[in-house]
């Protein structure tokens, strides 16, 4: 089945630092998404991209669609402390009768004040 | 306001024993799903649905069953025929199944004593 390589697993930074983080994958997709989850919680959407070469903003963060469909990178600039938690990315190929929504295996992050 | 409501937050049980997890949403949405969350294994699909009277086996379906008689409403339960059923269970909903937006509840953890 598909499979979505993300990277780091895990980052420990200082607060105020940029922080960058991304997912690659041997097929292509038509939607990458990116996902954070806080403790005990469920995830919340953050960004889609819909575009081969799509550059998204969101407040502090950005991510990108690559362009060959197989990767897209999430960034968050000037970390504060509630952006810790775990970040998850989501690659979709929908069409027809069969549903397929790959998640990544997630990027834990933590922020010190 | 609308949301999606996952119950109980916590669930112990013994082995042997089924289970069911409520999940209920007023978003309107047509599709539903539940993932299965394992400490650094990221979101696995237990069984979605894109319709009401309607649902399909997802990756890791073995051990578990669904319904959905309701627009609003697809349980999960867990049987014993489960090997390893511990774990944080989400369920989630789309408007439509063709889209990775999905809304998450706030998850249920079972325990297997």
């Known amino acids: 089945g598909q499979q979505l390589n993300q990277s780091p697993q895990s980052m420990f930074i200082q607060e105020g630092e940029d922080v960058s983080m991304n997912c690659t994958s041997s097929?292509?997709?038509?939607?990458w998404l990116w996902y954070k989850q806080d403790p005990g919680e469920g995830p919340v959407l953050l960004i889609a991209?819909?575009?081969?070469?799509e550059l998204t903003s969101n407040g502090r963060l950005t991510a990108q669609f690559g362009i060959t469909r197989k990767d897209s990178f999430l960034n968050i600039s000037a970390s504060i402390p509630s952006d810790v938690g775990i970040y998850f990315c989501?690659?979709?190929?929908?069409?027809?009768?069969?549903?397929?929504?790959?998640f990544g295996k997630g990027t834990l992050l933590t922020v010190n004040p | 306001d609308g949301g999606i409501t996952q119950s109980p937050k916590y669930l112990f049980r013994k082995e042997g024993q089924n289970v069911t997890l409520s999940c209920e949403q007023n978003?309107?949405?047509?599709?539903m799903y539940w993932y299965r969350q394992d400490p650094g294994q990221g979101l696995r699909l237990i069984y979605y649905?894109?319709?009401?009277?309607?649902?399909q086996k997802g990756d890791i379906a073995e051990g578990y069953s669904v319904s959905r008689e309701k627009k609003e409403s697809f349980p999960l339960t867990v049987t014993s025929a489960q090997k390893n059923p511990t774990a944080f269970y989400l369920c989630?909903?789309?408007?439509?199944?063709?889209?990775?937006?999905?809304?998450f509840g706030e998850g249920s953890r079972l325990t297997v004593l």
């Open positions: 989630a909903s789309s408007m439509s199944a063709n889209t990775g937006e999905l809304f």
């Open positions: 097929s292509i997709f038509n939607t």
């Open positions: 991209l819909y575009k081969a070469g």
């Open positions: 989501a690659g979709l190929n929908s069409g027809g009768s069969n549903y397929k929504l790959t």
């Open positions: 978003l309107n949405h047509d599709a």
């Open positions: 649905s894109q319709i009401v009277n309607d649902f």
